[in-house]
């Protein structure tokens, strides 16, 4: 696909298993480590397969002329009084970026989640990530909160390093090496967890539920 005009359909529809490696490498394309290293270092299969699992409803694709053009892929969190809807991946093929792929992703997601009772959403990304954030600020995301990722190479560390040894010496004894987990952790728990979402709701907001 090569020449793409605005009036060219963008069709919106629920990801299929069909869609799973293709919407995989689309984000492998474009989640990059030069990019953006905390995205890149989240993004995997499981991602996507763990999501289509869980919440096929908020897991959708963009085609048109039957090539993907982009993804979203998202999920509701809900607290005592709120339900919150949350973006974790949203990617669109370069070859379709400023024709309104992203804009008719997020419409359809925020569309299917206040169905579900949201009545607010959340998004989160790299700092650097300029197009992004100029998408979401344009989509009427705002009240940016900075989020500090820390992390820490547990081989180097004095007390859990030791940890490590002792469980590799163990699995040799046993014979066997563990295996990865079959659950992954999700994208960032961070912006989403209770102790950051109630102030982010008690300052400017108010339920109307
Ligand atoms: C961010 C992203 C999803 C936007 O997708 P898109 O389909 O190109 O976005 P839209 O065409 O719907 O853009 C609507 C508006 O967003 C803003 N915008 C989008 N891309 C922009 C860019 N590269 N630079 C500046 N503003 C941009 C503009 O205001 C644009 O309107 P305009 O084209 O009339 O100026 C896309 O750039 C992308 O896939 N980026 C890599 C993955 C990523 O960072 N995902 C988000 C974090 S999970």
Known sequence: ?????????????????????????????????????????????????????????????????????????????????????????????????????ADKLVDKVVARMIEDGARFMLVDTDPTNTPALKFFNRKGFGNIRQHIFLSMNLSKHEHYGRLIDYEHQKAERAGYRRTRPAIRARKPDGIANEVLLNPLVGENQTTDE
């Open 1 to 101: 696909m090569t020449n793409f005009d605005k009036t060219d359909l963008i069709y919106v529809r629920e990801l299929g298993i069909d869609d799973i490696s293709p919407v995989y490498h689309l984000g492998e394309q474009l989640f990059t480590s030069d990019l953006y290293p905390y995205l890149y270092r989240t993004w995997d299969e499981w991602e996507v397969i763990g999501l289509y699992n869980t919440d096929p409803e908020y897991c959708l694709v963009a085609e048109t002329d039957g090539e993907l053009a982009g993804f979203i892929l998202g999920t509701i969190i809900t607290k005592a009084s709120w339900t919150y809807g949350y973006i974790l991946w949203l990617a669109v093929n370069p070859q379709f970026q400023r024709r309104g792929v």
